[in-house]
């Protein structure tokens, strides 16, 4: 017996050395294990709200309204994340709205391959005058574009939506999907239903808007916009949005083009209320920062409308220009969940991001 567990002490040291080698890679395989365990638990946490929808000629088709608000609350979580958003669409099929829009800013207005990606995409790229220059802009919130296909539409049950500018078009028959892409005044409304999703868009495009100028180069400028959007259906119900936009801007010939200058849109801690409810809805801190337009969603509810009397929430626009010296332009809206938000501006040689 004796002989059979003893052993030279070199052949110990080498088996040491074996040992030593053989727990490292079983550490190493423990957590590449846990490692692949929390990934594949993420993706199970997300498969609920993924399980509720298909993508069928060309659009996404959501069971319910339930579940289209789900994914609605999955997307505004997720926004600071646009390429897990991407990844996600792209495994259902999907290249939406708002990626296209994205992938579009990129480019600068004055190159032809802007031009050409605009025409080919003329439903992404909607057209606003604003102080002597051309916003490009989407036809609804960040959030709602992200389930929309190039053409803005997308289906919720048997009932098939379009997104277009200040309105949304409703049909339950596919046979009649085509008038869906028809002008809105060509749109029979006994087969189309047609509602409005930016209130007061007639006398004021958006909520608040401000456009202020680098003082190191003034040939440059950002554009500050608060956006409010809805959705007023017989069958999705009610849903609002608040969105915050900054648009960094060059003149070149006496024209106000887009800019690929660093920007951030952002908000602040805040609290929303529905009216009659007594019930106080927490917003917390967020952003989006990028090279060119960036835009972001300040909040996205089902019901109805906010009281906006009682909600609040800051945010800010923020542009950075390289001339000579650095300079940020800081435009902060105190409240942007008001009916009419108030600002400040402020413009510094040094990053100072009030959150």
Known sequence: MKKNVSFTLPKLHLDCKHLWSI?????????????????????????????????????????DDASFMDHQKWLFENQGNPQLIAEKNKSLGLKSMTEYYLEGMKLEEDDPKFVDYVAEYPSIFNKEIYDNSILYVLPHSIILCYVANEDGIFQVGDQIYRIVPNYIYRTGDESKIEMLLLPKDQIPTKEVDISITRPGFESKSDLAQRTEYFDNDSRFRIVSSVMAYSITDPYLGTAWWYDIRTNPQKRTLGIWLGAQLNTKSANGNGYWYFPNDGVQHLIYTDYEESTGVTQHNILTCGGSPIDLNASYCPAYSRGRLYDGYTQWIYIQWNDALSNSPTFTTRKTTYLSDPY
């Open 23 to 63: 727990c490292i890679l079983a550490l190493l395989a423990v957590f590449i294990i846990t490692g692949c365990t929390k990934q594949e638990a993420k993706l199970q946490d997300d498969l609920p709200v993924f399980s509720d929808i298909t993508f069928h000629n060309g659009r996404l088709i959501f069971r």
